[in-house]
């Protein structure tokens, strides 16, 4: 029986970052290439996130969730001896009753031809329930790793994702590397199948064709404490005098106290030299890969990624990534089309950004290899890696439901 319907389900779709990009570009290739997709949440999106998929399905949905322990404000006002409290303790319980037999229901109405998708450790531990074999009836489980094997996203989750491996059908990773190690972590067989990248629009494709790049240093992500932020400024100062041509600039959103922290180790820096940095905020998906395609460098210097959107935005209008070697997916590709500290140091950072910025001939052989690489994480290609693991695991699981 062939895969017809795919349940991408995640926490929250307006937490906007990597895996609610990846899950909305993966649900439109899914859809161009026939599949049903719809969209479930545990939770209602929060305002003020106009990209953020609007979810078919959520769990805890409406104001009534306020009145439970699932949010966590209650517990900052127990009432007199607790009873406020005790209360909601007791309503959450009938609510979770209720949103179970939703999802029951909303599951069964796809019917056997279906695979559900999970990619956030909170999402996997509920369905966890309703993959187990008395309960999925015939319908398939994966679980997405986007971060590395190495990240504290494992190993915060560690009791919650063995919990999950005893239940879901399949796991995937972003790399072959990490495949190997959580395969050998969960005793469990994992795959590797790639992220997809969004096509160019014509406007963005006509930028790359003509090449035009400024002497720009970029960042576009999150701004958090493991994203290194300081670490890229640090290396951007200490080589700068020698390249006064040359611009590094952020773009993203996150913690107010990151951007505070690096705006003050900024104005401790020359200030020829801070005049060449540029703090900026958030982009859409278009601005994003045209600044992209406007710079000659991506940077990035995080403590732990998986295989990074921005990774691939910048690969796919043909610029090189300066990176630490945060991940598997990271050193095994950056090597071939970008620049890889030998290690996670300051030091080994500075050393590619001088060497990036000094050979305009490297430059462009590694711009002209993203181009060329960034064609295998087209969503063509991601689907069919995909189905290859749909077949597998939904032979399975009809198998256990026929049984």
């Known amino acids: 029986m062939k895969v017809k319907n795919i349940i991408i389900a995640q926490d929250r779709y307006s937490i906007l970052g990597g895996i609610s990009t990846v899950n909305k570009l993966l649900g439109r290739a899914f859809e161009e290439a026939g599949y049903n997709v719809s969209y479930m949440a545990l939770f209602d999106n929060t305002a003020g996130h106009p990209d953020a998929i609007e979810p078919d399905f959520v769990v805890n949905s409406g104001p009534w969730v306020n009145k439970t322990t699932h949010n966590r404000l209650v517990y900052t006002n127990p009432g007199p001896l607790g009873a406020a409290l005790a209360a909601k303790k007791c309503f959450t319980v009938l609510w979770d009753c209720y949103n179970t037999f939703r999802t029951r229901r909303y ?166 030299i801070a005049r060449r940095v540029e703090i900026g905020g958030t982009l859409n998906a278009q601005e994003v890969l045209e600044t992209f395609a406007q710079s000659s460098l991506a940077v990035m210097a995080s403590e732990f990624e998986g295989l990074p959107m921005s990774f691939l935005e910048a690969m796919q209008v043909g610029t090189p990534l300066i990176s630490y070697p945060s991940s598997w997916a990271l050193r095994e590709m950056v090597p071939e089309v970008g620049y890889l500290a030998e290690e996670p140091s300051i030091e080994a950072l500075t050393e590619q950004m001088r060497l990036a910025m000094s050979d305009a001939q490297l430059r462009a052989k590694k711009s002209a290899l993203c181009l060329e690489k960034s064609r295998t994480f087209s969503p063509e290609y991601v689907v069919r890696h995909w189905e290859k693991l749909f077949e597998s695991i939904h032979r399975l699981a009809a198998a256990v439901t026929d049984s």
């Not at 035009?212 to 005098?241: H, N, T």
Request: aromatic share 10%; glycine share 8%.
């Open 107 to 272: 599951l069964r109405s796809f019917g056997k031809d279906t695979v559900v998708l999970t990619s956030m450790a909170k999402t996997a531990d509920y369905m966890a329930k309703y993959a187990q074999p008395d309960h999925k009836k015939g319908i398939g489980y994966i679980h997405e790793f986007h971060s590395g094997y190495n990240s504290t996203y494992r190993l915060d989750g560690e009791k919650t994702l063995r919990k999950v491996a005893a239940s879901y059908d399949s796991f995937v990773t972003l790399s072959e590397g990490d495949a190997k190690l959580f395969a050998q972590w969960l005793n469990r067989p994992v795959e590797a199948v790639h992220n997809p990248i969004e096509p160019l629009s014509e406007e963005t494709s006509e930028m790359v064709r003509q090449g035009e790049k400024k002497p720009v240093i970029q960042y576009i992500g999150r701004y958090g404490p493991e994203k290194g932020l300081g670490r890229i400024l640090e290396s951007f100062i200490a080589c700068a005098e020698d390249f006064p041509e040359w611009t590094l600039r952020y773009n993203g959103s996150g913690s107010e106290e990151e951007i505070l922290a690096l705006k003050e180790k900024l104005a401790q820096a020359d200030p020829e």
